[in-house]
């Protein structure tokens, strides 16, 4: 009997010793193939962006047949009835788990992706006689449609992998693996929304009409500038046209607002007021800029149109990387260097006349249009511009069609506030210009943000510190052109600048504060607006004056992601800063 006692047991170790070797030899093989993926995936960022298509094809091969080994090596009866061991079959089971993971992108996303790529040429988006053809955008996003679904079950799979009892090793690979998926999305989600927004917004489907609105950054208005020069187009099938070139100047006055708002927003709002088409810009919220432009272009011309979009001439002095200079019809030169200063302060001292004016703007629209509609463009400079201008707030997309807004909803390109603080706690600052005058191009701005979210997560405070400046000695401002200067505020000639700041969703307003330095400033009043707290702020400003002010918000326990600003984008950007003591994560 002890005979055979001691068989079984040396049978049984013998086995057990056969099947670590088994398994041991397939982690160290399984592990050599995940690495050599992994440095492939980095050569082949590298040889898409020196264009080595070809080079790029024979890589995802490889990563493909590495990965694939990968999940052979991880998945066999041996190796799946060893994730039973206690301890090493947890990490033994999150190893294959990864592998599949691994694999599937390999699969699904990179091989095809790499190979659109390398046919795809940006060349052929160029427009030819005012039509782009949209054939290459509807083939690109078939595939990056896929490509990000697949990279998002992934993410969702590692997420949900259980690692609590693994080694640090394997911990670490599941980290990393979350963090190389969570940038990848960064790529493929935003080139998905883009390729699943243009074609149909470019007329694929059928006729659209947009108003493009050049904002005027002179005389500042939340989303950026009054809405100064409108441009109505018609695109069909990718064929883009220009059908008016409406004035502000040419609505109809004294009318009321030509939609419903809410009694309380047109309350916040009243020192500016929505009853001219020009103020459509003055709430932070690009969706009610485009139901009021699409309204009183509606009530003027007949013509209900599809959507809304948004530049202004520092986003025109990007584009113009792109295009090379413009020549206008006056022999004016338009160049990245000078496009600010003659379209936001040179003119007014060339023209008083407003229909001069108008046919400026008119023209200048027109010969940009002229320029972006033809063959000229750089398309990568293209790209880059359009790019910069969304993340500086400079252009924005409104679409009157459910399924396109619900996408543009969700992206910077929508012009709309965070609803939650669980990616960012966001704090909006924004600046209308209230003086009938140009003068917000000589306005600096700062805004010095300061969350207690870490110190005090039951009751977070938040801090805001701003402050306006006007950077003119009172000599230059003596001698501005008549048109620049105060329409309203003539003895003494002054600027008055409403302010408004948004406190994080759920926070409630608690405090205001002068910091002097003002000709005048008051606390107008706070209110609730876009599931925020607003404290709105008046100032006047004489020349060379610089006022400052403090507001607070109180937040209720929850989580609280890392601090963030929205502010107006401006003719000088504003001077903002982030402080959140103790943080080094979001607070939960």
């Given amino acids: 009997m002890a005979l055979t006692v001691t068989l079984i047991v040396a049978v049984v170790l013998v086995i057990g010793v056969g099947v670590g070797a088994w398994v041991g030899f397939r982690a160290l093989a399984a592990k050599h193939s995940l690495e050599s993926a992994q440095s492939l995936i980095s050569d082949l960022q590298k040889k898409v962006t020196a264009r080595d298509f070809a080079g790029a094809e024979r890589d995802a091969q490889k990563i493909k047949e590495n990965t694939s080994n990968a999940v052979s090596l991880t998945s066999d009866p041996i190796w799946r009835t060893t994730e039973y061991v206690p301890v090493l079959g947890q990490n033994l089971s999150v190893v294959r788990q990864l592998a599949v993971v ?21 060349d052929s988006l160029k427009p030819v006689d005012s039509h782009i053809n949209l054939a290459p955008l509807k083939s690109a996003g078939a595939i990056i449609t896929k490509a990000d679904k697949v990279i998002k079950t992934a993410s969702t799979t590692v997420r949900s992998i259980d690692d609590r009892a693994s080694v640090s090793a394997v911990k670490s690979a599941v980290t ?10 960064g790529i493929t989600t935003p080139v998905r929304n883009a390729l699943e927004l243009l074609p149909p917004m470019m007329g694929a489907d059928g006729a659209r009409n947009y108003i493009l609105l050049f904002l005027n950054n002179a005389e500042s208005a939340s989303l950026g500038g009054a809405a100064s020069a409108w441009v109505v187009m018609h695109v069909e099938n990718g064929a883009i046209t220009i059908t008016a070139q409406p004035s502000t100047r040419g609505f109809t006055l004294n009318l009321p607002t030509p939609m419903k708002l809410d009694p309380s927003l047109e309350a916040l709002y009243a020192e500016n007021g929505f009853s001219h088409s020009n103020n459509v810009t003055i709430r932070p919220d690009f969706p009610t800029a485009g139901k009021l432009a699409q309204a009183y272009w509606l009530r003027q011309s007949g013509v209900k149109v599809d959507g809304v979009l948004s530049f202004d001439p520092i986003a025109l002095a990007h584009l113009l990387n792109a295009t090379g200079p413009i020549k206008l019809v006056t022999g004016d030169t338009l160049t990245p260097a000078n496009a600010v200063s003659t379209l936001l302060s040179g003119v007014y001292a060339r023209y008083t006349n407003d229909r001069v004016l108008d046919a400026y703007f008119s023209g200048a629209a027109a010969a940009v249009f002229g320029a972006l509609t ?4 750089d398309t990568n400079k293209l790209i880059a511009a359009l790019t910069r201008s969304v993340s500086e707030n400079r252009m924005m997309v409104w ?18 506030l965070d609803t939650t603080n669980k990616v960012n706690t966001q704090i909006g600052v924004f600046f209308n210009e209230n003086s009938a005058s140009k003068m917000s191009y000589y306005l600096k701005t700062t805004a010095a943000l300061t969350s207690t979210a870490c110190k005090t997560p039951d009751k977070p405070t938040f801090s805001v510190d701003v402050s306006l400046n006007s950077d003119l000695t009172a000599a230059q401002a003596k001698v501005l052109p008549a048109y620049v200067k105060s329409q309203v505020y003539l003895k003494p000639q002054k600027t008055r600048t409403q302010v408004y700041i948004y406190g994080p969703p759920g926070s409630t307003y608690a405090t205001y504060s002068s910091g002097g330095g003002a000709m005048a400033m008051s606390l107008v009043g706070s209110a609730t607006d876009l599931g925020r707290p607003v404290a709105h702020i008046q100032m006047d400003l004489l020349a060379a004056q610089t006022g400052k002010f ?16 929205r502010v107006t984008p401006m003719v000088n950007p504003t001077a903002v800063t982030l402080a959140s003591p103790g943080c ?5």
């Avoid at 990393?176 to 999305?185: D, I, P, W």
């Avoid at 403090?550 to 600003?565: D, E, I, S, W």
């Fill in 399 to 416: 679409s009157d069609h459910p399924a396109e807004q619900a996408i543009l909803s969700k992206i910077q390109l929508g012009g709309i």
């Fill in 550 to 565: 403090n507001v607070t918000f109180t937040g209720g326990p929850g989580t609280y992601g890392p601090l963030a600003a």
């Fill in 584 to 588: 080094t994560a979001p607070v939960k």
């Fill in 102 to 122: 691994v694999n599937d992108v390999a699969d699904g996303a990179i091989d095809p992706s790499v190979k659109f790529a390398s046919t795809f040429n940006l």
């Fill in 176 to 185: 990393k693996l979350q963090s190389l998926l969570a940038k990848a999305q």
């Fill in 374 to 377: 033809s063959t000229s463009p």
